[in-house]
């Protein structure tokens, strides 16, 4: 079984709201950071959110103010709640396992990803 498993992705229009949801298996989330990544067709994979085991919230500033990031420890779960969503958020959205978020803008921090969850914004 797949360490991480993203869910929650779907269709909705400019303005709309999701929430997309990271299930981590097997280890003891409490220990970990949580990062999140999209990519859209032909571009390249960029973060767009980190929380660290403390809590610590970190967001990339094209989401800054729309999108939030928790987690449920005892859930073992992440969320990431998107609002006021545009046309530029869509793609697909991964969630990434690493210790941290000291460096979560750099893809190659992070030791496990989950297989993506497609998000599409259009009128």
């Known amino acids: 079984q797949l360490p991480l498993v993203e869910s929650g992705g779907g269709a909705v229009q400019p303005g709309g709201s999701l929430r997309l949801s990271c299930a981590t298996v097997?280890?003891?989330?409490?220990?970990?950071?949580i990062g999140w990544f999209r990519q859209a067709p032909g571009k390249e994979r960029e973060g767009v959110s980190c929380i660290s085991g403390n809590r610590r919230a970190f967001y990339a500033d094209s989401v800054k103010g729309r999108f939030t990031i928790s987690r449920d420890n005892i859930k073992s779960t992440v969320l990431l709640q998107m609002d006021s969503l545009k046309t530029e958020d869509s793609g697909v959205y991964y969630c990434?396992?690493?210790?941290?978020?000291?460096?979560?803008?750099?893809?190659?921090?992070?030791?496990?990803w989950g297989q993506g969850t497609l998000v599409n914004v259009s009128a």
């Open positions: 990434a396992l690493e210790d941290d978020c000291d460096t979560w803008l750099s893809r190659n921090s992070y030791q496990d």
């Open positions: 097997g280890f003891r989330l409490e220990y970990y950071a």
